[in-house]
């Protein structure tokens, strides 16, 4: 498998993450498990002309270039299938900037229903000699047009991330609970508890040593969980599997997993 990440330039950088790329051109036909990250993607297969997941209805498709929603919970995904794709991981409220409320009503949706700009992306992507950096290009252009960033988003969500309660975080930004959960959700596609949910579930993973054996009573009230049996129990709800089953694919992308069998 191929991996490659870059560090967006300095004017992407308020709105996203990261821009990367994976490759793995022999990915056999199976189901890969993607766990919750409180992220909004774009996704732009190169292999195929559609990204498709599953649920407990069965298989879902959306265009090749998709939009991807902050989810609650994992999602199943086709690997074979999306055996090469550019991403974009979004800074919590970056999304927002350029397509407005990023809450949707499905895991992936068709790039150019909530982005008309972006609606031929995935063609100028499949004709550029480096895939990468036009994908860059295209949204260094787009910040022209992006509207304001929501200046508590950010403190917020960082906030959450590190365990603040979520009427903690209301009072440092002057706030009832009622209008946090209003304007958060708007801008980041998840309401608070939500967000704070998965971030838990992001430190607990960032804080494993892979093969080693793990201390989950310990690691409940590192990251706070009341007790072993409620992180258990917040695990499976959000995974679908539970902790001691947890084995990531690839060292460097810990929420990418083999479904339960």
């Known amino acids: 498998m191929r991996l490659a990440s870059r560090t967006p330039h300095r004017a992407l950088a308020p709105y996203i993450e990261r821009i990367w790329y994976a490759c793995d051109a022999m990915a056999p036909e199976r189901r890969e498990r993607r766990l919750p990250t409180g992220t909004v993607q774009l996704l732009?297969?190169?292999?195929?002309?559609?990204l498709s997941w599953f649920d407990g209805q069965g298989r879902h498709s959306a265009a090749g270039a998709g939009f991807a929603a902050a989810l609650p919970r994992a999602m199943d995904i086709d690997?074979?299938?999306?055996?090469?794709?550019?991403?974009?991981?979004?800074?919590p409220g970056g999304a927002a900037a350029f397509v407005g409320d990023p809450t949707l009503d499905a895991p992936v949706v068709d790039l150019g229903a909530v982005w008309p700009r972006a609606a031929?992306?995935?063609?100028?992507?499949?004709?550029?000699?480096d895939p990468l950096e036009t994908l860059e290009t295209f949204l260094l252009d787009a910040t022209r047009d992006a509207l304001p960033l929501q200046p508590y988003v950010g403190p917020a969500a960082r906030a959450l991330a590190s365990g603040r309660r979520v009427a903690d975080v209301a009072d440092m930004l002057g706030t009832t609970t009622g209008s946090l959960h209003r304007r958060f959700r708007g801008a980041v596609g998840?309401?608070?508890?939500q967000y704070a949910r998965v971030a838990r579930l992001q430190r607990l993973l960032g804080s494993l040593v892979h093969g080693a054996g793990h201390d989950w009573s310990g690691l409940a009230?590192?990251?706070?969980?009341?007790d072993q049996s409620h992180l258990v129990h917040d695990f499976a709800d959000l995974t679908g599997m539970t902790p001691s089953a947890y084995r990531p694919r690839h060292s460097a992308w810990s929420n990418h997993v083999d479904p339960p069998a």
Request: hydrophobic share 45%; aromatic share 8%; glycine share 4%.
């Open 190 to 193: 998840l309401a608070p508890k």
């Open 44 to 50: 732009v297969n190169l292999a195929d002309d559609q």
């Open 79 to 91: 690997v074979a299938e999306q055996r090469a794709v550019l991403g974009v991981s979004f800074r």
């Open 120 to 129: 031929d992306l995935r063609d100028r992507l499949l004709r550029a000699p």
């Open 221 to 226: 009230a590192t990251h706070g969980w009341y």
